[in-house]
């Protein structure tokens, strides 16, 4: 499939007027063919116009229909083939081997919602039959199912350019919802949003679909995104990104006329803490698996371990000894763009001059372009409370180090720290007493609690959460990866004592979709 530079505007290809876009090479610092062309206003006009025509037909497609046609997409993606995978690599540095599993994990996540939609359960069905002769006074018949909320603008996001990005979670949970999606490229990965892209255009075709149901808009700056959010089509939205960024939408998004929900996922520091049980057992281990979940694509997830938490100890010195060895092994590699590049080295030399921060190691230094070069600090707990900056992440293969006096100190960091997406706690058996004072914590403070593992590596699946309290995400109560991803695009609708052959089929009595429903407060096959 040829990348021709075009915006996909419902079912048609379009030139953006409004300027010229290239991609770029971050590894050789080099524009790449061919260039884009920038859209406008009217473009997001246009589409957002045509996904709110494609609403209620997309949404009253059967599930059946909407399911074969994230199975259409996902077979669409793996068709393109190396194609799709060494255009990531050009626009992104990010390995062959890395994008390749990326995008098994893309095709895994629209196949599940395809499931997911299937199964039906998201409706949430439930009845409520009529009680006439209830005293005193008798309750109406009382129906309830989750409908989609209508288009959803999705933001493509720099570290993933394939399962956060243009058919990633967000896109996906839409559709399985039953919401059109208008996606926004992220400018760094304009050829293999294209690709993508395609992939979809030609599912809503051979779907029979609205061509509303999918756009895709370009263009650079902040300009078109806003207008996007802003656009009285659009319901809700998807984001991952900066702070900033989250912030700047969630913003434009509660001025409007008709306020609307952002589902941005922010920043994270994601607090890993290493008991002193596991530091006496397997403290050079957990270094090392910690470095190598620190550096893996060069730091940039949003789950990298940005913050480690020990006690005071005859074992510390040694954890941190291997940590700094195991990272000083590390080379500096390519980022995802110059800017982040830029950005993350401005944060690493932030961070080195202040007063109460020790510099513990730094990653061998390569030829590479945009590279950032992995770098461990260390500090005392006293001065990382007293110090907000410490608590900023930075972007990229950086962690703190920080110790604590006593356990009392622990659990006041713990307290401390702003929402996180995860949190993960190294433990053994003579640990667990102290791992029971720190859990109400973290269960308010993160998304995911893992004990033993490393945060790096997200699962697609029912019982996933990504996501947690702000600033990690902008709303704590859903998630970003999973089958609950689609709640984010529902909300309930109460139907009082509608004629039967007005009840939508998942509430009718005859149970024609064959649903799991609760009627009268008991769940049950009826």
Excluded at 7 to 17: D, E, K, N, P
Excluded at 355 to 378: Q, Y
């Amino acid at each position: 499939m040829q990348i021709t530079g075009e915006m996909l505007i419902g079912g048609a290809s379009v030139r953006g007027a409004d300027g010229t876009m290239f991609a770029f090479d971050p590894a050789h610092g080099t524009a790449l063919e061919p260039p884009f062309g920038a859209g406008s206003a009217d473009d997001v006009d246009r589409a957002c116009g045509l996904a709110h025509v494609a609403f209620d037909a997309f949404r009253a497609a059967p599930f059946e229909t909407r399911a074969r046609f994230l199975e259409t997409i996902a077979e669409n993606i793996l068709a393109l083939g190396d194609a799709l995978i060494e255009r990531a690599h050009q626009e992104s540095a990010l390995t062959v081997a890395r994008l390749e599993g990326e995008r098994g994990r893309t095709v895994g996540q629209l196949r599940l919602f395809a499931s997911h939609i299937r199964d039906g359960r998201w409706l949430a069905a439930t009845i409520d039959p009529a009680q006439p002769e209830r005293k005193p006074l008798p309750r109406a018949d009382l129906r309830l199912q989750k409908i989609p909320v209508g288009p959803v603008a999705v933001f493509g996001a720099s570290n993933f350019p394939l399962a956060f990005s243009v058919a990633g979670g967000d896109t996906a949970s839409a559709f399985a919802a039953g919401c059109p999606v208008v996606v926004k490229a992220h400018p760094a990965h304009l050829g293999t949003s294209e690709l993508v892209g395609r992939a979809i255009q030609q599912a809503v075709r051979a779907c029979g679909l609205p061509e509303g149901t999918f756009s895709l808009v370009i263009g650079a700056g902040n300009a078109i995104g806003e207008v996007l959010v802003a656009h009285p089509a659009i319901k809700a939205v998807g984001f991952t990104g900066s702070r900033g960024g989250g912030l700047a939408l969630m913003d434009i998004a509660a001025k409007r006329r008709e306020p609307i929900p952002v589902y941005a996922e922010m920043s994270s520091i994601n607090p890993f803490f290493v008991l002193p049980g596991a530091l006496a057992k397997r403290g050079a281990e957990i270094a090392r698996g910690f470095v190598d979940s620190l550096t893996l694509g060069v730091g940039q997830f949003c789950t990298n371990p940005g913050l480690v938490v020990v006690l005071d100890g005859p074992d510390t010195p040694a954890f941190v000894d291997a940590a700094a060895q195991a990272l000083g092994q590390k080379g500096a590699q390519t980022m995802l763009t110059a800017g982040i590049a830029a950005a993350y080295a401005n944060g690493i030399a932030e961070r080195a001059a202040g007063a109460d921060v020790r510099a513990l190691a730094r990653g061998a230094d390569t030829d590479a372009k945009s590279a950032g070069c992995p770098a461990l600090f260390a500090t005392t707990q006293q001065a990382f409370m007293s110090d907000p900056r410490l608590e900023d992440e930075i972007f990229g293969p950086t962690s703190l180090i920080v110790t604590c006096k006593n356990v009392d100190d622990m659990i006041a960091l713990a307290e401390h720290v702003e929402g996180q997406l995860t949190a993960t706690l190294h433990v053994e058996a003579d640990d667990v007493a102290l791992a029971r004072r720190l859990l109400p914590t973290l269960e308010r403070k993160a998304g995911r609690i893992l004990a033993n593992g490393y945060p790096t590596g997200v699962e697609v699946s029912h019982a996933m959460v990504h996501g947690g309290p702000f600033p990690a995400t902008s709303d704590p109560r859903t998630t970003s990866v999973g089958a609950m991803a689609i709640e984010r695009f529902l909300r309930p609708v109460c139907y009082q004592d509608l004629p039967a052959e007005l009840l939508p089929l998942a509430l009718q009595d005859e149970n024609p979709l064959d649903l799991w429903r609760v009627r009268d407060g008991r769940l049950g096959h009826g």
